[in-house]
Nanobody, 126 residues
Framework: QVQLVESGGGSVQAGGSLRLSCAAS????????MGWFRQAPGKEREGVAA????????YYADSVKGRFTISRDNAKNTVYLQMNSLKPEDTGMYYC???????????????????WGQGTQVTVSS
């Protein structure tokens, strides 16, 4: 059963922090590339970060490197996104996603995701 449930969004001032959580079913979590995406009003959805749940590699968009950290807890089938030093341009709906195919995240890690959560809103005010 495919299940991805995001939580942790909210409103913060610039410079603040938030931690997003993505609770997945065992089926959805095991040995897959999982990632976080975001979409701002009027803009295309973009990849933020990804990791392979069976390994240690992580991937980040240039715009969030050094500020965001993706991590996982295999015991809880949960992927996290720690967001620090938030900027107004980080505002958007954040989605958790998983690759339908059990495989490593590729070089184009932001592609190939077919399972999506419902999203959680992040708003950063200046």
């Amino acid at each position: 059963q495919v299940q991805l449930v995001e939580s942790g969004g909210g409103s913060v001032q610039a410079g603040g922090s938030l931690r997003l959580s993505c609770a997945a079913s065992v089926y959805t979590y095991s040995n897959r590339c999982m990632g976080w995406f975001r979409q701002a009003p009027g803009k295309e959805r973009e990849g933020v970060a990804a990791l392979y749940t069976g390994g240690v590699s992580t991937y980040y968009a240039d715009s969030v490197k050094g500020r965001f950290t993706i991590s996982r807890d295999n015991a809880k089938n949960t992927v996290y996104l720690q967001m620090n030093s938030l900027k107004p341009e980080d505002t958007g709906m954040y989605y958790c996603a998983a690759d339908p195919v059990r495989r490593l995240c590729g070089g184009t890690w932001y592609k190939g995701f077919g399972y999506w959560g419902q999203g959680t809103q992040v708003t950063v005010s200046s």
